[in-house]
């Protein structure tokens, strides 16, 4: 086992212990789990809050705004909102938020406030992602409808300390280039680059944004330095190497489930580098297991997302899980968790019962609730 593994098995171990020495601990640091204070400053590559403490995101995702018939959705909202306060140890709510129910819908604005409002009187930070799958055109890029997002809710809440943006959920189209520039970079017109996206955030507002990296947030393999490197007599967007989000700090990259094998050294490779050697700033955006028939479940869930989330804590890199809904990472209530169960029985499929022993979630609550006692 390498050095860094064994420290970290070593403290894990000493944690289990603490909480096993006290009866009703896990209970008792749920009650008390500490609060964001904003604003938020980025120094050393890390995000860093207004009382000198280390920013790490322990978040729930709500996704009831992102879709179309998003009224219905109010009330499980809220439902959600207030068990990631009461149960989940969370410090941060993502909502998001459907930019076409934004730009078209009349009183979603009033809605998205009273979201946003709610949480914050439950003191938690609120992170609002602009989110365009349920768009019409279900646009893979960022588009001047994103822009119009942005010039609405960036100054919204230009002064509101708690507030962070997300810029666009999990970019999917094209290379590096297309992800960073857009337009002539792009495999067809109209698309806004991920740098020019942010820049209009910043001239809104001072807010912390955070950056989706490309092939749907599962990979920042090409975003470290600070400024794009040339191979020497490239002549081409292909000798590019580096592919920075420039000039817009606070901000910090998103990866949202990374490809490959379920190992550090690839959790390195995607996106781990940029924290273990101080480049920039990383959160992982939407992180989640669930006995499901979909892309980002693991075969071997029960043995490596723990591990995971072992190397998050080691590397300070926060977290918002997805989501509360019922038969996701709850049963029924979105206040109580499902586990993994019997681990030879897991399974990436459908489960029938939403109740069912079937998902990560005991093992995130008790990750979070152990970050917040760092």
Avoid at 117 to 136: C, F, K, M, S, T
Wanted: aromatic letters at 10%; charged letters at 15%; a positive charge.
């Amino acid at each position: 086992m390498p050095v860094g593994g064994w420290l970290r098995a070593v403290a894990v171990v000493a944690l289990v212990l603490a909480a096993a020495v006290v009866p009703g601990r896990a209970r008792a640091a749920a009650a008390g789990c500490d609060h964001v204070v904003g604003p938020f400053h980025q120094a050393k590559a890390q995000i860093w809050q207004a009382d000198g403490r280390l920013f790490v995101p322990r978040g729930i995702t709500v996704s009831g705004l992102e879709h179309p018939n998003w009224a219905d959705y109010v009330a499980r909202d809220d439902d959600q909102i207030r068990a990631a306060a009461a149960a989940w140890c969370a410090n941060v709510v993502r909502l998001q938020v459907g930019q076409w129910n934004l730009n078209n819908s009349p009183g979603f604005v009033r809605a998205m406030r009273a979201e946003v409002g709610y949480a914050e009187r439950l003191r938690l930070a609120v992170v609002i992602n602009d989110q365009a799958e349920w768009d019409p055109t279900s646009d893979p890029m960022p588009t001047d409808a994103s822009k119009t997002f942005w010039r609405t809710v960036a100054p919204m809440y230009a002064r509101d300390p708690l507030v962070i943006f997300d810029a666009f959920n999990e970019p999917t189209l094209g290379s590096w280039a297309c992800w960073h520039d857009g337009g002539a970079a792009c495999p067809r017109p109209g698309f806004t680059g991920m740098q020019a996206l942010a820049a209009l955030i910043r001239r809104h507002a001072p807010n912390l944004i955070w950056v989706d990296g490309p092939s749907v947030a599962t990979t920042l393999t090409r975003t470290g330095g600070t400024a794009r490197t040339v191979q020497l007599g490239a002549a081409t967007l292909a000798g590019v190497q580096s592919w920075p989000i420039t000039g817009v700090q606070p901000r910090a990259y998103s990866i949202h489930h990374p490809g490959g094998p379920h190992t550090e050294a690839n959790w390195t490779a995607k996106f781990g580098y940029l924290a273990a050697q101080r480049i920039a700033p990383v959160v992982v955006g939407e992180t989640t297991q669930w006995a499901a028939a979909r892309a980002e479940c693991w075969s071997d869930a029960p043995s490596r997302y723990p591990a995971y989330l072992d190397y998050l804590a080691w590397l300070h890199i926060g977290a918002t899980a997805w989501s509360l809904d019922p038969g996701v990472l709850v049963g029924t209530r979105p206040t109580q968790p499902t586990g993994f169960g019997v681990r030879s029985q897991w399974k990436c499929v459908n489960a029938v019962d939403p109740a069912d022993n079937h998902s990560a979630g005991k093992k995130i609550k008790a990750w979070y609730e152990r970050l917040s006692r760092r």
